[in-house]
């Protein structure tokens, strides 16, 4: 799964300035999801669903592959796009208290 540019710049930002230590900081934190067969199917049926157009479609599809790999939660600054999805928890980074950063 790629990182959006708007995603890679914050995350580069938290790490270092040396792009190459953000990027194996990167995935020390985090499991790298490959696409799946189904996430296409599933995307489909949330696109059809939820009656979404545009570059929405980049959020759906985001949305089909964690439920295909049963991932609930997101974290993001644009909760906005994501509210449609009742199944997806919205964590959203400036909301969270110091002990939880």
Do not use: C
Not at 14 to 36: A, C, H, P, Q, V
Request: overall charge positive; charged content about 25%; aromatic content about 10%.
């Amino acid at each position: 799964m790629r990182i959006s540019n708007k995603i890679e710049r914050r995350l580069s930002a938290l790490f270092s300035d040396d792009r190459r230590f953000g990027y194996d900081g990167i995935k020390r934190f985090f499991s790298i999801l490959l696409d799946t067969a189904g996430m296409f199917a599933e995307w489909e049926r949330i696109v059809i669903q939820q009656q979404v157009a545009g570059k929405n479609a980049h959020d759906a599809r985001l949305v089909a592959s964690m439920k295909v790999h049963s991932i609930t939660n997101i974290l993001t600054f644009n909760s906005v796009d994501f509210s449609r999805y009742p199944d997806i928890t919205i964590i959203e980074p400036q909301k969270l208290s110091p002990l939880q950063k």
